[in-house]
DNA sequence: CCGGATCCGATAAGATACTG
DNA sequence: CAGTATCTTATCGGATCCGG
């Protein structure tokens, strides 16, 4: 279930050329920056795992909602995202939390009361979220309308 | 399962007030879009479902090559995209060139040669990947800290 | 009210072999 | 080379019961 990788010993890819390839578009940058989050980046620098992570629908809605919303229970987030069941809520929670994108606050009392909120991380993935979700509202229909036209 | 979105009329969204947060933090304009790309829009204008597709890790990585590279064909994504199988290569271009993010060209020669390359609207999509690959790679390694630090 | 644990069906995804 | 079909395995996700 989880992998885990110990040494990492990160950020040592200095030398980052691309295999063959002189037909670019002088995107070199664009390149590289592909080329170290997939082939080299997986094993020291682990993005593709990192993209895998966040590129969860569950997961994306819940930052944003506390992104949105700044600081919410557990009843609250279930009842904000939509069609998030119960489980998936926790297992999500949870995994956020281990990256340390959300902050669990645990209130002694009774009944119990547990808050969650971003954490300084959490809050700048939130403004690359911010940016996808933009997008899709913005191009939504013109899928969707692309996907019906096709059939 | 298949959400047809007929009517549309989007953007109606002008009297959107959430239900009992008076605690905010003044970002009403992020709730508002947060409750749009959620349960409101799920039905219209089905954000969640466009999430859902891009938030792949293969969709993400393919459109990101292509946008590297600008135009490969099969067996050049293959070999780009480190750890792709065959066939999830084949499944993940084909959602994407019915979404509309690619252009397949294929042409008749032997051997076949088929290429693909982004639209317009993948160029679009792939500016917010930009944003999010360049974060994960700018934060992987605080991530990955925080995840060994409470291992 | 929060959430952990388990069972189990549905789906995704890798490996492999085959076609044009 | 590009793509399909099938088989098998791994993971996801819902339902439910339980405990703090």
Redo the contacts between chains.
């Keep these: 279930m989880d992998k885990?990788?110990?040494t990492?010993t990160?950020?040592r890819n200095s030398g980052v050329t691309i295999?063959g390839?002189e037909?670019?578009?002088g995107?070199r940058k664009?390149?590289e920056?592909?080329n170290?989050?997939?082939?080299i980046?997986?094993e020291i620098?682990?993005?593709?795992d990192?993209?895998?992570r966040?590129?969860?629908?569950w997961s994306?809605?819940s930052i944003?909602?506390l992104?949105?919303?700044?600081?919410l229970r557990f009843s609250?987030l279930i009842?904000?995202?939509?069609?998030i069941s119960h489980r998936m809520l926790t297992v999500t929670l949870r995994n956020l939390e281990?990256?340390?994108f959300i902050k669990r606050t645990v209130h002694a009392e009774v009944p119990p009361r547990v808050d969650y909120e971003l954490t300084e991380?959490g809050h700048?993935?939130m403004?690359?979220l911010?940016?996808?979700?933009?997008?899709?509202?913005a191009?939504?229909?013109?899928?969707?309308a692309?996907?019906n036209k096709?059939g």
Excluded: M
């Excluded at 170290?36 to 082939?39: C, V």
């Excluded at 966040?54 to 629908?57: F, G």
């Excluded at 009842?79 to 069609?83: P, Q, S, T, W």
């Design positions: 885990q990788e110990g990492a990160l950020l295999a390839n037909e670019l578009k995107d664009l390149q920056i592909f170290n989050a997939n082939t980046a997986n620098c682990p993005v593709g990192v993209i895998a966040i590129s969860d629908k994306i809605l944003y909602a992104g949105a919303y700044g600081k609250e009842h904000k995202i939509d069609g281990g990256d340390g991380l700048s993935l403004q690359q911010s940016g996808i979700i933009g997008w899709a509202e191009n939504g229909a013109e899928i969707l692309f996907r096709k």
